[in-house]
């Protein structure tokens, strides 16, 4: 996993107009806590944060005042209807450290022929990993798998140093067979004639 580094400046206005302010200038308000620290609220660049996140887990450099400060995201949140950047939260972390992240479950394969459907139970797998070797993501095989095959978590292969945060037989992926639609009853019931 590669570091993004961006620079940030240390914040001191605070409310929701200083906030207005700082994202009309295509910046991003943040905060960064952990390890038992005072949380340090953060001006981040915000075209640039927005292309760091789109790795999952992406490991963020900061130099905050001259010091480098390593960090996860843990809390993003998104303008509803623009999608652009609100707020975020970032979790410090050092190296060699181990934190708890979910990644991402893609699969690859075709399931066996006939009228079958994959269920994600989980989107993503709670796994446990060094900080600054956060897998992006895990692949598995659906190949051939019909109706009431599923996949475990620990059916899944995961990348060296990393170990399951999760139940180990919690159901990821599940084979379902898919129900035809039942024709509609007629609706105009058949009466008996008088005599």
């Known amino acids: 996993m590669s570091e993004v580094k961006l620079a940030a400046e240390v914040r001191s206005d605070f409310g929701k107009g ?14 960064l806590y952990g390890h038992g620290g005072t949380p340090v609220h953060v001006i981040l ?20 005042e001259g010091r480098t400060e390593l960090a996860i995201p843990k809390a993003v949140q998104r303008d509803a209807i623009r999608g652009s950047l609100v707020h975020v939260d970032l979790l410090v972390v050092k190296r060699g450290e181990k934190v708890t992240v979910e990644i991402p479950v893609h699969t690859e394969g075709e399931l066996a022929p006939g009228s079958f459907l994959l269920e994600h139970v989980l989107n993503t797998l709670p796994v446990e990993a060094e900080a600054t070797h956060i897998p992006e993501a895990v692949t ?3 190949a051939g798998l019909e ?8 059916d899944i292969p995961l990348p060296a140093g990393s170990t399951l945060a999760i139940d180990e037989d919690a159901v990821v992926l599940q084979v379902l067979a898919a129900q ?13 004639s008088e005599a």
């Open 140 to 142: 598995v095989s659906i």
């Open 147 to 154: 109706a009431g095959a599923s996949i475990l978590a620990k």
């Open 18 to 31: 200083a906030s207005r302010r700082v994202r009309r200038d295509n910046k991003v308000p943040g905060v």
């Open 180 to 192: 035809a639609e039942e024709p509609a009853a007629d609706s105009e019931g058949t009466e008996g």
């Open 45 to 64: 660049p915000g075209h640039e944060l927005l292309l760091a996140l789109r790795t999952p887990n992406v490991l963020i450099a900061l130099d905050v």
